[in-house]
């Protein structure tokens, strides 16, 4: 069976490989050349009964580890639904790396932490083995304060376990977060 496979090359060539991972199985005896180049982070939360939304996102075109982020900035004690989205804003057109990672639910685990104080985060969605993804979540928030949220994307080929330490990692970054009434 042919699979076509994305080729970052080009990304690798310019030597951009701070936020990229080459994602090869090394139980392949042909591994393809199959890469993320992922240049931008973005969240997205509701809460539709409290009519509240709040966006944040990360990006760094360049690939030189100095980002641009946009913080966030919620209300507390709310309950936010959200979602993540990856993008490789390199090509032309924008690539949504999101979709493939939703192809491959059963290798990629997003996790979260927060410094904030009483804001955590919940991954909602599951792969077909019932193990959880990310791209799908809600954030608590509960006292106001600030803090970073740190979003970590691995890429975790047979070896998904549910911890942040297996596998590559494809994204590590940290959006601001601020809870004021
Ligand atoms: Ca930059």
Known sequence: MKKL???YLPALLMGSLL?????????D??????TEMITTVQLNLMNEEKGLSAVA???DLE???NPDTQALTLKPNVTYTGTITFLDENKNPVENITEEIEEEAEDHQ???SST????????????????PVGLEYTLVTTSE????????LKHQPGTKNGNINTGDTDVDVIIPVTVAQ
Do not use: M
């Open 5 to 7: 496979f994305r080729s």
């Open 19 to 27: 936020f990229s991972t080459a994602c090869k199985d090394d139980d």
């Open 29 to 34: 005896p042909t591994p393809p050349v199959e």
């Open 57 to 59: 996102s990360w990006r």
């Open 63 to 65: 690939g030189d580890g």
């Open 110 to 112: 997003v996790f979260y």
């Open 116 to 131: 904030a104080p009483g804001l955590t985060i919940t991954a909602t969605d599951q792969d077909a083995n019932q193990r």
């Open 145 to 152: 304060g600030s803090g970073n949220i740190r979003i970590v």
